[in-house]
Structure formats: C-alpha cells, structure tokens
C-alpha cells in the first residue's frame, strides 16, 4: 500500500520561512507533489518533484529525496493568505494520486 | 475557459435517498477521479476513470456508484448503502493517470438530514 506522513498544523510568523515535511511509503514512485486548499475551497496544485533537489517557483520551493523517501514544501516570507491546509500526494503511477491527511498552517502577525 | 464544474455546491439528502454529484471537465482529460474529504481529514479516492466506459474503485467505493458513458462527465451517486455520507466531495480530472497535475472542482458539500 501507499501511506503518506505530514505534521497536522504549523504555525508561522507573518514574513517568516515555514517547511512543512513528507514522508512516504509506496511502491512503483514516479514523484511527489504539493497542493494547497484553503477552507471550504478547491485544492490547488502548487508543485511536483520527480527527481531529487529542489524545485523553485516564486516563494515557494519544494524538495524531494528519494532515497529516503522524503520531501519538503518551503514557504518564504509568509503572507496571511498562506494560512490553509498543504497536502503532500504520491504519484506512483500505477494507482491515483494518494494525498496525505494535510497540514494546517496558520500564518500569524 | 477550461475547468472542471461541480453541481450542486451544497445538497441536502433525507436518509435512504440517493443522490447525484456532477462533475464535468472541458479540458479534454482522460481521467477523471472523486475524492471525499471529511474535517481535519486529507482526500480519499473513491473511484477513478481512466477512459470512457471504464473505471475502478478507490479505497473507499462501498456505497457509490458511477458511470462514465462521455469523456466529459463522471457522474457520482452516493446511495443509501453508504452509512455516513455527510462529507465534502471533490472531482479531479488530469491529462491522464500517470499526470503530474490534478485539476478539482469546487466540491459539492453534502448533508444528511
């Protein structure tokens, strides 16, 4: 099977830089990637990783060792509208993509 | 402009009733997939279509059913099988199974009462 590990809830200072960690455990990995939902909305995609290093896009970056089964979302300088929910999913290619249960970051003044 | 709708945003059900959500996408994708997402909780898949006139369950199947007779449209009915229905329901469509990027709907927020 598929499982994927997050932190529930983050909390982060307004203009501050936040990581937010994934674990997983799958079978047949094509890659990982990151969505964000706020509440009561749609989620949206925000990055992919298929091979190891760091992907920048903007203020957000995300990262992916395969090797150790584990990648990171990198928020910078924080802004309120931040606050929302990041969820990590798996791409294996033989199966949907596989979301872990989110985490919830709060972005403070 | 392209996208994926769903319909109705909120929907109220009597206990015993089926329902159906709407899901439709003019983005020309192969697959399209439901999720359901209760509070504080990540998406489950439900089921998922590769192709027209196929597809399979997800981890959570029992108590809905779905068709796809059009590329376009992935109907998901949740019948009174299903013990706790109550529940934010996604649709999400990419280019096909193996794609990167998933594209959702606004969701469809069903209630039992």
């Known amino acids: 099977g598929q499982s994927l590990e997050q932190p529930s809830e983050v909390t982060a200072v307004e203009g501050a830089i936040v990581q937010i960690n994934c674990t997983y455990q799958t079978s047949g990995f094509y890659g990982l990637s990151w969505y964000q939902q706020h509440d009561g909305g749609a989620p949206t995609f925000l990055s992919y990783?298929?091979?190891?290093g760091l992907e920048e896009t903007g203020r957000f970056s995300s990262f992916l060792s395969r090797s150790d089964s584990y990648g990171y979302l990198l928020l910078q300088e924080l802004q309120m509208k931040d606050s929302a929910s990041y969820f990590c999913a798996v791409n294996s290619g033989n199966t949907p993509l596989v979301f872990g249960k989110g985490t919830r970051l709060s972005v403070i003044a | 402009d392209g996208g994926i709708t769903q319909s109705p945003k909120y929907l109220f059900r009597k206990e015993g009733q089926n329902v159906t959500l709407s899901c439709e996408q003019n983005?020309?994708?192969?697959?399209m997939y439901w999720y359901r997402q209760d509070p504080g909780q990540g998406l489950r898949l439900i089921y998922y279509?590769?192709?027209?006139?196929?597809?399979q369950k997800g981890d959570i199947a029992e108590g809905y059913s779905v068709s796809r007779e059009k590329k376009e449209s992935f109907p998901l009915t949740v019948t009174s099988a299903q013990k706790n229905p109550t529940a934010f329901y996604l649709c999400?469509?990419?280019?096909?199974?193996?794609?990167?990027?998933?594209?959702f709907g606004q969701g469809t927020r069903l209630t039992v009462v």
């Open positions: 983005l020309n994708h192969d697959a």
């Open positions: 990783n298929a091979l190891d």
């Open positions: 279509s590769q192709i027209v006139n196929d597809f």
């Open positions: 999400a469509s990419s280019t096909n199974k193996e794609a990167t990027e998933a594209f």
